[in-house]
């Protein structure tokens, strides 16, 4: 059986170190200011965005939410970043994503100032991260949080591990390829045209899923001992809880993969946490910086 890596519990170690920090900022007379915009109505974007604004609280935060109606313009919605990046109250902007159609998530997501770019997503902080320098940028939270849970898991000595990454996007799959490169192991990218996948999944020692397809990463593509991150959240229908009803699952069949990896993360309370926790991280870490004070290491 593999040892479950708790990502609520690795979340309430960082959250506490986040908190911590902050105090010690407000006897300064710093408080970490944190901006959440969410244009439309969709249910599952609003439970994400209302937990992030309440940890942001918890932490001690200036937590603002900006709820836009769906139909609202681009203009609008560029000319509220240029506010949020000139107010001095807040230090760190995120833009929930997806975007409606008629946005240009581009446009909006360079827009926002890189040094209040949290969620990593800017060509400022692209670059940073691509070029390996990782102390100055902002990385994404979740990839973020995933190589914490890796370490937890592994320690911090990843040197001439293989690690596949299932999933190419800019969001989790290639900003997480880029630090396990940065952490020295040998990686390799599969997406939706590679070839040969379950054989080259068993063949990671580091096995991470962002894909988006409920529980499609079997047992038998999992080597033995292997540290296993699900970043997936599927919901999926489940008649057995009753009419209706759903769960929600990760991208990895956890009960076949659990018998044969090493170490696994659970879904739900595995990388989601975590991606909430680094989000705080990262905006304190923005605050730190605009006060000229050493942030703590994650
Ligand atoms: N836990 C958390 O905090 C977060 C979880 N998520 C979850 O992670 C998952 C991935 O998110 P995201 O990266 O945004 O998703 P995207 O849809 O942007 O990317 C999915 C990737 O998976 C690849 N893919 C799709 N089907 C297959 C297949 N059959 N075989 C191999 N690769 C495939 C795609 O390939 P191609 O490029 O060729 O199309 C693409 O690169 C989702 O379940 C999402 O909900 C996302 C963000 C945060
Ligand atoms: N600009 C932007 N940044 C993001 O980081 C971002 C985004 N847009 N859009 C959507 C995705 C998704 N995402 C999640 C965060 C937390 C959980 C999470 O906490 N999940 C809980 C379960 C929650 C539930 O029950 O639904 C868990 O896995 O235990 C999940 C998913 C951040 N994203």
């Not at 057995?240 to 739900?268: C, N, S």
């Amino acid at each position: 059986m593999a040892q479950l890596i708790d990502g609520k519990q690795i979340a309430e170690t960082v959250l506490a170190t986040v908190t911590q920090t902050t105090g010690e900022l407000s006897a300064r007379g710093i408080t970490p200011g944190l901006a959440v915009v969410i244009v439309g109505e969709d249910p599952a974007s609003q439970v994400y965005v209302a937990s992030k604004s309440r940890k942001a609280k918890e932490c001690g935060f200036h937590s603002v939410q900006h709820t836009l109606p769906a139909d609202t313009d681009q203009a609008t919605l560029v000319a509220l970043i240029e506010t949020l990046n000139a107010d001095p109250a807040i230090h760190g902007i995120l833009v929930q994503l997806p975007l409606p159609d008629h946005i240009d998530s581009g446009v909006i997501i360079q827009t926002i100032s890189p040094e209040k770019d949290v969620d990593g997503f800017t060509f400022v902080n692209v670059g940073r991260l691509g070029t390996g320098e990782i102390d100055s940028a902002f990385v994404p939270c979740t990839p973020s949080g995933a190589m914490i849970m890796i370490e937890r898991a592994r320690g911090r000595d990843l040197s001439g591990l293989n690690a596949v990454v299932v999933g190419r996007s800019n969001i989790v799959g290639k900003p997480m390829a880029n630090l396990l490169l940065a952490a020295n192991c040998t990686v390799t990218i599969a997406h939706s045209r590679t070839a040969n996948l379950p054989e080259l999944c068993r063949s990671a020692d580091i096995l991470v899923a962002a894909v988006g397809r409920p529980e499609m990463i079997k047992g038998d593509w999992v080597k033995p001992g292997a540290t296993v991150i699900d970043v997936g959240i599927n919901r999926i229908p489940a008649p057995e809880k009753g009419e209706g009803k759903t769960r929600l699952v990760g991208d990895v069949a956890y009960d076949e993969a659990e018998k044969v990896a090493g170490a696994i993360t659970p879904v739900p309370g595995g990388v989601g946490p975590m991606t909430i926790a680094l989000l705080m991280a990262n905006t304190l870490v923005a605050a730190c910086r605009t006060a000229g004070i050493t942030p703590p290491r994650f």
